[in-house]
């Protein structure tokens, strides 16, 4: 899953994975929106987001910004953070979690696929 703000490199990131993997990519822009940027009625995308992800791997990129989301946003430093950096400890060791914080971060990760 590629999360961030617009215009982040999400996209750009989650194709140059996916020309490495061979993984398939599954844009949120196209699960949940509609041409002019209208949003997606919601049995619509949840149908759309279901069957993108029914298979065993995939890329996820794009950002959520509803009212939800924002409030994650602005609660995570000091309310979610430690309960997801203790998710993430628990995962298993098969799972591969990764932290890009820079342009070199994403650099060394690519060049390692």
Same mark, same amino acid.
């Given at each position: 899953?590629?999360?961030?703000?617009?215009?982040?490199?999400?996209?750009?990131?989650?194709?140059?994975?996916?020309?490495?993997?061979?993984?398939?990519?599954?844009?949120?822009?196209?699960?949940?929106? $509609?041409?002019?940027?209208?949003?997606?009625?919601?049995?619509?995308?949840?149908? =759309?987001?279901?069957?993108?992800?029914?298979?065993?791997?995939?890329?996820?990129?794009?950002?959520?910004? =509803?009212?939800?989301?924002? $409030?994650?946003?602005?609660?995570?430093?000091?309310? =979610?953070?430690?309960?997801?950096?203790?998710?993430?400890?628990?995962?298993?060791?098969?799972?591969?979690?990764? $932290?890009?914080?820079?342009?070199?971060?994403?650099?060394?990760?690519?060049?390692?696929?």
């Amino acid at each position: 899953m590629i999360l961030g703000p617009g215009g982040a490199g999400k996209s750009e990131l989650a194709v140059a994975i996916s020309r490495r993997t061979g993984l398939p990519v599954v844009h949120l822009d196209h699960v949940f929106w $509609r041409p002019g940027w209208k949003p997606a009625p919601p049995e619509e995308s949840a149908r =759309d987001m279901v069957a993108a992800v029914a298979g065993e791997r995939w890329i996820l990129d794009g950002n959520f910004l =509803d009212l939800a989301f924002l $409030r994650w946003i602005w609660r995570y430093p000091r309310h =979610d953070r430690p309960s997801v950096l203790q998710l993430l400890a628990g995962l298993d060791a098969q799972v591969d979690v990764g $932290r890009l914080r820079t342009c070199a971060d994403v650099r060394r990760f690519m060049e390692a696929l």
